[in-house]
């Protein structure tokens, strides 16, 4: 008969160079959807960015399945509404959602709130690094202090709590340091020269501290990486100055809705899947491609871009044009 064991030898090396196992550990996350509702009740979850959007929705869903929370971000009175949402549609009490206002770039109250925390539950099983902003404006009209901001904001901020947190996960050998990073971790894109930057940082950071990490197995390191998602993130955009709003939102139903986002990257952390691509197409399609055949990437993302530039100066928003354009 055939040489069966040549064979599977040789489609082995070959699937393991083509990353099959990778492919598959990111596109067959629904599998395993069952399993966050065993792994997560009753861990105590510090979500940042918690007023809005993603973090708002991961509010919710981690309050249903009955996981106390910290919730923390800039504005107070939106995590008081998250609250009493989050107390509405759960069995949670009163005492199990901790309000903690922290403004990210504000460094020197990093390790008070993080005592803070400590205090009310005892323990912080999953730190979800999930405040930020994003970019519209072109790197040659935009001010170095853009640059600063984003970087003292999504890139510093995030590794300053990070290191207050984990020092607590030590001690206690055990946690979890979800973010939301992005497939702008992943790949570059035109008018977020700033934002893609201070994410391909997260991204060198947390895949650099997982090996320092390495001899606490239950101490787990998880990028997830979502592509265009609803949520408030383009009303919130850095622009040309660090005071100017954005002025195009557009309409982002196009976009992939929160609550699937959420329930993917549940189960991402669930798991402790270290990278987790969750996003639709045909932005995964280009991910995929920037990592797997990087010139084909960029030829094509130089032919996206120009028409994204284009609609961005004439005014539309930069995502709603670019789908309107593809599809
Ligand atoms: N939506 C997407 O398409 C998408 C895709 C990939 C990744 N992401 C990432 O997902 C995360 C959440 O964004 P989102 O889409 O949910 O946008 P969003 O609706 O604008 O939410 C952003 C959150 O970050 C908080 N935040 C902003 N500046 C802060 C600061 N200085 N200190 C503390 N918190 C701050 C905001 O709260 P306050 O204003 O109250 O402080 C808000 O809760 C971000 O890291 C973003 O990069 C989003
Ligand atoms: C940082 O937080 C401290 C303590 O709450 C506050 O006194 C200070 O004004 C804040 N700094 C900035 C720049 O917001």
Redo the contacts with the bound molecule.
Sequence with gaps: GPPWPLLWSISRVFLEYLEIPRLLERDLLRLKESSFSLVLPGKVVWV??????????LSYQLAKIGSPLAL????EN??ERVKKKCLEISSLSDKDILIVP?????RSTHESATQSVLKHFGKIDILV??????QRSLFVDTSIDVYNAIME??YL?TISLTKHVLDHMIQRKKGKIVT?????GIMGAPLATG?CAS?HALQGFFNSLRPEVAEYPEISIIN?????????????VFTEEVSKVNANIGDQSH??P?DR?VRLGLVSMANDIKEAWISDNPYLAVCYLWQYAPTWAWWLLNRIGKTRIKNFKSGVDADVSYYKKSS
Excluded: F
């Design positions: 940042t960015g918690a007023s809005s959007g993603i973090g708002e929705e923390s971000a800039r504005r939106e995590l922290l403004d990210l770039t504000n690094n999930n405040g930020g902003r994003s904001l999504n901020g939301m990073n992005s497939v702008m934002y994410k997830l990486c979502p592509g265009p998602v609803q949520s408030q993130i383009i009303q919130n976009k992939m929160t986002c």
